[in-house]
């Protein structure tokens, strides 16, 4: 019994911390476009919100980055 309920404790945590995690960027949609790459880094186009940037490990961003004035 004290095994289920851990168990069932741990997956509660672990659902809550997904989903915590996810939300910054739970509708971004990440494409690498390798013609633009640099040194700076690794070029990415969210085709969401039509973010741009460049990530240094060549790894899409963990969070969103929205510009500004988009809706």
């Not at 509660?12 to 880094?41: H, I, L, P, Y």
């Not at 690794?42 to 809706?71: H, L, V, W």
């Amino acid at each position: 019994m004290f095994v289920f309920i851990f168990l069932l404790i741990a997956v509660v945590v672990w659902m809550a911390v997904t989903f915590r995690s996810r939300q910054a960027v739970k509708d971004c949609r990440w494409r690498e476009n390798r013609s633009k790459d640099s040194e700076a880094g690794r070029y990415f186009i969210c085709m969401n919100c039509g973010a741009e940037t460049r990530t240094g490990d060549g790894k899409p961003p963990k969070i969103c980055r929205k510009p500004q004035d988009a809706s």
